[in-house]
């Protein structure tokens, strides 16, 4: 039961991980707080489901098309709603989630409900660890979540376009006298993010159905880690979603399995009162120094 | 405009709520000069280099730069058509090492157009320039991130990075300020280089000496007006500079 519960733990973990990670990046280089980011993970995820049954495409085509699409989607809020607001956060927390509900709401007016939604995994199979059966499909979302989060690591600090993107996250003011136009970073970013909600989505969603619940608990979840990790830092997403990996499957394992999505908000709640900035935030630190 | 004006400011102004931070301010800069711009605290100085830069947009008045109309412009334009600018406090990139701070500004599309789109080794075009104004070329510290490193090397690094984006006219608001003696003295050479290499200068200054020794023309703020404007003896003569400027200074 331990080693299940380490394996179990584990896989969880970088589930959160990969959930975050897109809100993270898009908050870190844009400071734009997403809250559309879980009905875009969720509108890739039925935007896929669209493209393999409506149109009958293959998934090699509906799955990088649903990706496409959600990054563009995001684009266009920021392009057509965010810029308007840019700099007043309240405002942009308001209209993404403003965004995020249309969304999400659409699909269930819509009559996206119902066990038929859901994504065929990527390997329909499952090994056994020691003596925990473990399927597939979560082995892939292992593979998924590092090689996502190194593909990251790589971009931002080997590529122009990254480069640019750490310049931002780290003084708008300085990059536009540099000659970068700070919006088409930030709108890129939001893509960037969205992109990663809707690969995350891909993997993901195999595990389940596809369900308009689903943008909520992922808001939360993604919330969660960034909060306790420290907004904008890809260390503190990576344990803070080992951290909350861990104690939801702690949680489910020897409590209830209806109480892992309050691990996440206790988390959020705890943190905020011993350490707003989160673990591993350095925003605090930076205004000090100017 | 005459064949040597590079940059006019004509009635600009700015007015924050009932203040009028900057106030019908006209003024010429010609190429390859440098120009002080002084003034007591609060005159308008920033304000005035936010209106040329683009990061404040004019109530009233324009700014041409090269015989265009660059009013309003956004400050990533601005840059892009080769004005840079420095902050009075300074704005590194805190988490970057000092000699990528300046990568970024060696990425940026105007080095992409000038260089034909090739870079060539930026690593090493980065410790030039850093080696240009002042640091060591293989000492640990252009490695270090700039949060690191104390204050008169990142005004250095400000420098540097102006000078990265090959600018027509580089604005450098208070680069002296918080420096030592010795500092500004080692800056000052870098400066006079600048102008040798043909740039254009406008300097915002509160250390008179050294800015004296360097600028060929001054203007002088106060209450976001132009009081007076000529070579630094002249203005310093000048009575109604001597009570609004160098009188409050003299009280302090």
Not at chain 1, 179 to 206: E, H, Q, R, T
């Given at each position: 039961m331990l080693q299940g519960t380490l394996i179990y733990g584990f896989i969880n973990s970088v589930v959160l991980m990969l959930v975050a990670l897109g809100f993270s990046v898009t908050f870190g280089i844009s400071g734009v707080a997403n809250f559309a980011y879980g009905a875009l993970y969720v509108m890739a995820g039925y935007l896929s489901w669209l493209g393999l049954h409506s149109l009958g495409l293959p998934y090699w085509l509906a799955a990088p098309g649903a990706v496409a699409i959600t990054a563009g989607v995001a684009a266009m809020i920021y392009w057509f709603i965010l810029l308007r607001v840019r700099g007043l956060v309240v405002s942009e927390v308001i209209a993404t989630f403003g965004m995020g509900l249309a969304i999400l709401e659409l699909f269930r007016y819509l009559g996206f409900i119902g066990f038929e939604y859901t994504l065929p995994p990527l390997i329909d199979a499952s090994v056994m660890i020691g003596d925990t059966y473990v399927d597939a499909q979560r082995l892939c979302i292992v593979g998924?979540?590092?090689?996502?989060?190194?593909?990251?690591?790589?971009?931002?600090?080997?590529?122009?376009?990254?480069?640019?993107?750490?310049?931002?996250?780290?003084?708008?003011?300085?990059?536009?006298?540099?000659?970068?136009?700070?919006?088409?970073?930030?709108?890129?970013?939001?893509?960037?993010?969205?992109?990663?909600?809707?690969?995350?989505?891909?993997?993901?969603?195999?595990?389940?159905?596809?369900?308009?619940?689903?943008?909520?608990?992922?808001?939360?979840?993604?919330?969660?880690?960034?909060?306790?990790?420290?907004?904008?830092?890809?260390?503190?997403?990576?344990?803070?979603?080992?951290?909350?990996?861990?104690?939801?499957?702690?949680?489910?394992?020897?409590?209830?399995?209806?109480?892992?999505?309050?691990?996440?908000?206790?988390?959020?709640?705890?943190?905020?009162?011993?350490?707003?900035?989160?673990?591993?935030?350095?925003?605090?630190?930076?205004?000090?120094?100017? | 405009m005459s064949e040597k004006t590079i940059l006019q400011a004509q009635d600009l102004s700015k007015n924050f709520g009932g203040v009028k931070a900057v106030d019908g301010v006209s003024f010429s800069l010609r190429r390859n000069e440098v120009l002080g711009v002084i003034g007591p605290n609060g005159s308008g100085k920033t304000t005035l280099a936010n209106l040329i830069t683009g990061f404040v947009k004019p109530s009233r008045g324009k700014v041409i730069f090269d015989g265009k109309n660059i009013t309003g412009m956004a400050p990533y334009k601005v840059a892009d058509l080769g004005i840079a600018r420095s902050f009075q406090m300074v704005k590194p990139f805190y988490q970057l090492p000092a000699f990528k701070n300046l990568n970024v500004a060696l990425l940026s599309p105007r080095l992409r157009r000038l260089s034909g789109g090739r870079f060539g080794d930026r690593d090493a075009m980065a410790k030039d320039l850093l080696e240009e104004v002042g640091f060591e070329r293989d000492s640990w510290v252009i490695t270090h991130q700039a949060a690191s490193l104390p204050h008169g090397y990142l005004k250095r690094l400000e420098l540097a990075k102006c000078m990265a984006l090959q600018p027509e006219i580089i604005v450098l608001d208070e680069l002296f300020s918080g420096l030592s003696l010795a500092e500004v003295a080692s800056m000052v050479p870098v400066i006079e280089k600048l102008v040798a290499q043909g740039k254009t200068l406008v300097m915002i200054e509160h250390r008179l000496k050294e800015l004296f020794r360097i600028a060929d023309r001054v203007i002088v703020l106060n209450f976001g007006q132009k009081i007076a404007e000529g070579v630094p003896a002249e203005v310093m003569e000048d009575p109604q500079v001597r009570g609004a400027y160098l009188g409050s200074e003299a009280e302090e």
């Open positions: 998924a979540g590092i090689l996502l989060a190194a593909f990251l690591w790589f971009f931002t600090h080997y590529t122009k376009t990254g480069l640019a993107f750490r310049g931002i996250a780290q003084d708008e003011r300085t990059a536009l006298t540099l000659g970068i136009n700070a919006d088409k970073v930030a709108a890129w970013s939001v893509a960037f993010g969205a992109g990663y909600a809707a690969l995350a989505a891909l993997v993901i969603l195999p595990l389940g159905t596809i369900a308009v619940n689903e943008g909520y608990n992922v808001l939360v979840n993604a919330l969660a880690v960034c909060i306790v990790g420290g907004l904008g830092s890809t260390v503190g997403i990576i344990v803070a979603s080992f951290l909350i990996g861990f104690a939801q499957i702690l949680t489910a394992t020897y409590l209830e399995t209806s109480w892992m999505m309050l691990v996440s908000l206790v988390a959020i709640l705890a943190i905020l009162v011993i350490k707003p900035s989160g673990l591993f935030g350095h925003q605090k630190q930076l205004e000090e120094r100017i | -």
